[in-house]
């Protein structure tokens, strides 16, 4: 199986001008996967050829600039679980939603399919973050227990700045009277947020628009989004609501990464 290429990501320019920091939200192209996983699927809990992932994990921690062994991804579990690393997994991945390091030469990342790929840096203290916000990530916490564990490693909320990837955008997320009803007993200021559907009883969700909104009242210096659908943008991105309307039996995942480069 050939090596020899690097997929190009997806860039922030915010994120771009901070120095020795690189980054990428990759799409789902420049790998070597088929059908319902073309190409670039980074998914290992797929159901696509492990020797395909393989791959296409080995071309993104290239384009990252680091080992394979070194583009970290956790076991994601839609909680607000943060874990922070040192240095490469060993044995099982840790159960968690985002991972922070201070560590050059680490690629910590994300696997998303609709949900919201957020990363963060204060490059003047050298630490970065990654989080994994879906709706219950983003409710339960994962953006401000993130930027809390960058803290502990010595960032300051006035100095990071994060950006929003590639996710789901409010036009194609229909969401039930459960949900809003769970949202706006959180605050009722949620109502903002959503939008008649269709459907009676329904509502979109603007996921992108409340994860900018929570990440500015945690305190960070900068928030901003890349603004691009992972749903309406098929030929970019794996979605997994996509997938779910076209009735197909499985799914990719893209990965969104960050590393402090080795001085």
């Given at each position: 199986?050939?090596?020899?290429?690097?997929?190009?990501?997806?860039?922030?320019?915010?994120?771009?001008?901070?120095?020795?920091?690189?980054?990428?939200?990759?799409?789902?192209?420049?790998?070597?996967?088929?059908?319902?996983?073309?190409?670039?699927?980074?998914?290992?809990?797929?159901?696509?050829?492990?020797a395909k992932v393989s791959e296409n994990r080995i071309r993104v921690a290239t384009s990252m600039g680091v080992s394979?062994?070194?583009?970290?991804?956790?076991?994601?579990?839609?909680?607000?679980?943060?874990?922070?690393?040192?240095?490469?997994?060993?044995?099982?991945?840790?159960?968690?939603?985002?991972?922070?390091?201070?560590?050059?030469?680490?690629?910590?990342?994300?696997?998303?399919?609709?949900?919201?790929?957020?990363?963060?840096?204060?490059?003047?203290?050298?630490?970065?973050?990654?989080?994994?916000?879906?709706?219950?990530?983003?409710?339960?916490?994962?953006?401000?227990?993130?930027?809390?564990?960058?803290?502990?490693?010595?960032?300051?909320?006035?100095?990071?700045?994060?950006?929003?990837?590639?996710?789901?955008?409010?036009?194609?997320?229909?969401?039930?009277?459960?949900?809003?009803?769970?949202?706006?007993?959180?605050?009722?200021?949620?109502?903002?947020?959503?939008?008649?559907?269709?459907?009676?009883?329904?509502?979109?969700?603007?996921?992108?628009?409340?994860?900018?909104?929570?990440?500015q009242a945690a305190g960070v210096a900068q928030a901003e989004m890349l603004d691009r659908c992972t749903y309406a943008?098929?030929?970019?991105?794996?979605?997994?609501?996509?997938?779910?309307?076209?009735?197909?039996?499985?799914?990719?995942?893209?990965?969104?990464?960050?590393?402090?480069?080795?001085?």
């Open positions: 199986m050939p090596t020899s290429a690097t997929p190009e990501p997806i860039r922030s320019p915010l994120l771009d001008s901070l120095p020795g920091i690189r980054h990428g939200y990759f799409t789902r192209q420049g790998g070597v996967s088929g059908g319902i996983y073309e190409s670039l699927n980074i998914g290992v809990g797929s159901d696509d050829d492990k394979p062994e070194k583009l970290l991804t956790p076991y994601q579990i839609h909680s607000p679980d943060v874990v922070t690393v040192s240095t490469p997994f060993t044995g099982e991945k840790p159960r968690a939603d985002a991972i922070v390091t201070n560590r050059p030469g680490l690629a910590i990342g994300i696997s998303t399919a609709d949900c919201g790929p957020i990363l963060f840096a204060d490059a003047t203290a050298g630490v970065i973050g990654a989080a994994h916000a879906g709706w219950k990530g983003a409710t339960g916490g994962v953006i401000e227990n993130t930027i809390a564990a960058m803290a502990e490693l010595g960032a300051r909320r006035d100095r990071i700045v994060a950006v929003l990837g590639p996710s789901i955008s409010q036009r194609n997320y229909e969401v039930g009277p459960e949900f809003a009803e769970r949202l706006l007993d959180l605050d009722a200021a949620n109502a903002r947020y959503l939008v008649p559907s269709e459907n009676e009883g329904h509502a979109m969700f603007d996921l992108n628009n409340y994860t900018v909104d929570r990440l943008e098929g030929d970019l991105f794996f979605s997994y609501r996509r997938t779910t309307h076209r009735g197909e039996p499985d799914y990719g995942r893209q990965v969104s990464a960050i590393v402090l480069e080795d001085k």
